[in-house]
């Protein structure tokens, strides 16, 4: 089939509550949708959203120009595609949960049946799809992102190709929403329990939570600029510092009862780094004592 005689120009496979998303918001652009799920009435809710159910993959996928697999892991991606045969003019993107290697891993098996792929990571909810909040990050082939950029740009105006380097999205979606903002969030959960067990009202904790979370947007960015040209000299708060205010605190939140189990793994961590000799430079010196062969 050519390309001009696909009947869709995107099929979503997986219809949970991102999936079901992705496929709302691409038939709400104007974009005719198709979408495929293990259990067909998930695909068939969608039809008072102008998208087509299909009951059989292989057709949604020989139709398709686009076709954006939504599924819980690579695994279960290829699986649902095994019987597929017909790739010719369709373009995979896989933005299932996954690791970098699984996602060189799934451009080799795209590229053996003929097709182009692009792996996705979500950095967004299903809510957000559609909204000035919406973010997937891609990456791959610069020809396959050039050909479906208008089509994969609505999930948000945040998403992009980030790199030709097959790697990078699932690389920034373990660095950001993995390693950062998950364990950020148990960390405040965590924080935020204690505040309320002190008497802390809701109103003053908000107003002081937003004025950190500046704080911490801006102090990334110099982190990330501290790092990159490898200069941790601070005039501000040395990492010594930090060590110290963390390891009073650590006390005070265990005596109230709590575990404190993200502020006691950053202790240890400052103090691995007051032992290399950091404790004088600036917080982003961390970085010298993050590997495991550091």
């Known amino acids: 089939m050519t390309e001009s005689t696909k009947t869709y120009d995107v099929a979503v496979l997986g219809c949970g509550l991102m999936g079901a998303a992705l496929a709302r918001n691409f038939a709400a652009q104007g974009l005719t949708t198709a979408a495929w799920n ?55 993107v896989n933005i299932g949960t996954g690791t970098p290697s699984q996602a060189e891993e799934m451009q080799a098996w795209a590229t053996e049946r003929g097709a182009r792929y692009l792996d996705g990571a979500i950095l967004c909810y299903p809510q957000q799809v559609g ?45 950001v929403v993995g390693g950062f903002y998950s364990a950020a969030l148990n960390a405040y ?21 937003e004025m950190t979370f500046q704080v911490i947007a801006a102090t990334g960015k110099e982190c990330v600029a501290a790092i990159v040209n490898d200069q941790h000299e601070t005039d501000s708060a040395y990492l ?37 000799g950091l404790g004088g430079l600036g917080f982003s010196a961390l970085t010298k004592v993050t590997r495991t062969n550091a």
């Open 131 to 175: 909204t000035e909040e919406g973010m997937i990050l891609y990456s791959g082939s610069p020809e396959a992102w050039a050909e479906h950029e208008q089509a994969l740009m609505t999930p948000g105006p945040y998403s992009a190709l980030v790199s030709d380097n097959i790697k990078a999205a699932s690389v920034l979606d373990a660095a």
């Open 189 to 209: 959960v965590e924080a935020v329990t204690y505040a309320f067990s002190q008497g802390i009202d809701a109103e003053t904790l908000n107003a002081i939570s």
């Open 38 to 92: 293990r259990s067909p009435e998930k695909a068939e809710a969608l039809a008072s959203n102008g998208v087509t159910p299909v009951r059989d993959i292989a057709d949604a996928v020989r139709d398709a120009r686009l076709v954006v697999a939504c599924t819980s892991t690579y695994d279960t991606t290829r699986e649902s595609l095994a019987g597929v045969t017909e790739w010719g003019g369709t373009t995979l």
């Open 240 to 276: 010594g510092v930090y060590a110290e205010g963390c390891r009073a605190t650590l006390g005070v939140m265990q005596e109230a009862g709590f575990k404190a189990r993200l502020l006691e793994a950053a202790v240890k961590n400052l103090g691995e780094a007051e032992e290399a």
